[in-house]
């Protein structure tokens, strides 16, 4: 059986894809936070990313990597420089110096936020970050290419939209993924034999999607799963936009945002 490391496996997104995972693989678990809950075939390593030691001995041995650790939204420079810039350099480096070969890297749809809501965009298509916490997102996705290109690693950008069970407003509508697409991204991010730096948008096959995501089908992705069920009654609830910038982009309040409130921890 294959040890995936999961950094930031104390997170939310972290704790859907361990219940979606569960028994497939032997999950080792990283975060600074304790976790106390864990699964037969789950095995908890204390470790902060800014921490070369500790990701040199998170790393070790382990067959891949899904790097989920980092600042997870707009937020204080500091923050987003320690964990998503020196954090995401450590895991990348720590992974060559252990001889890893695959990393997957959950980016984000902030890496291409200030796209308009009328354009579909794909794989190819230049960065443009909304936010400085898009501009780390566009840093992963370099080092990603920099060691697939130099050192030869294997390496599987999945630019997240929003992930949750249900979708939660109209702009997740066109980016949502529920839990199990994600894990079918992540198997094959894991499993697929032919990978060298590939970029996929991390969403479930949505009818309102921004995205045309035809590498991860390519790659053999088959969402289970589409936001319209939810339509009808997320658009009933929505209140009218006051904020028309947000409105206007994919990114919504981060191209406008200094701070948004971080995801809840588990
Ligand atoms: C992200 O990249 C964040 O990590 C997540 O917390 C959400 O804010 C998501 O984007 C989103 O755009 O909904």
Redesign the pocket.
């Known amino acids: 059986m294959k040890t995936i490391l999961i950094t930031g496996a104390a997170g939310d997104v972290a704790g859907h894809l361990r219940r979606e995972l569960a028994g497939r693989y032997a999950l080792r678990l990283s975060d600074i936070a304790p976790i106390d809950d864990l699964r037969e075939g789950e095995h908890y390593q204390q470790g902060d990313i800014t921490s070369m030691d500790d990701m040199l001995a998170a790393t070790r041995d382990a067959d891949a990597i899904v790097h989920l650790g980092g600042y ?2 707009e937020g204080p420079w500091e923050a987003i420089l320690d964990a998503n810039i020196i954090g995401l350099y450590n895991v990348f480096e720590a992974a060559r110096r252990n001889g890893v070969k695959r990393i997957l890297f959950p980016t ?3 890496a291409v936020g200030f796209y308009r809501r009328d354009e579909v965009i794909d794989h190819r298509v230049y960065p443009r970050p909304d936010s400085r ?1 898009g501009v780390s997102k566009v840093f992963g996705e370099a080092i990603g290419s920099l060691y697939a290109d130099k050192y030869g690693l294997e390496v599987f950008n999945i630019r ?3 992930v949750n069970p249900q979708p939660i407003d109209k702009r ?1 509508l066109a ?1 949502w993924i529920s839990p199990r697409d994600l894990a079918q991204l992540v198997t094959i991010g894991i499993e697929h034999p032919d990978i060298r730096f590939e970029i996929v948008y991390g969403v479930s096959g949505n009818k309102r999607s921004w995205y045309d995501n035809t590498n991860a089908v390519r790659l053999g992705y088959k969402p289970v799963d589409d936001s319209e069920r939810f339509a009808a009654e997320i658009l009933a609830r929505e209140k009218p936009p006051t904020d028309m910038r947000a409105e206007k982009y994919q ?2 309040t ?1 191209v406008t945002a200094e701070q ?1 409130d971080l ?1 809840r921890r588990r």
């Open positions: 997870a939204v984000s749809n902030h916490y997240i939209g929003n997740r980016i990114g919504g981060f948004v995801p």
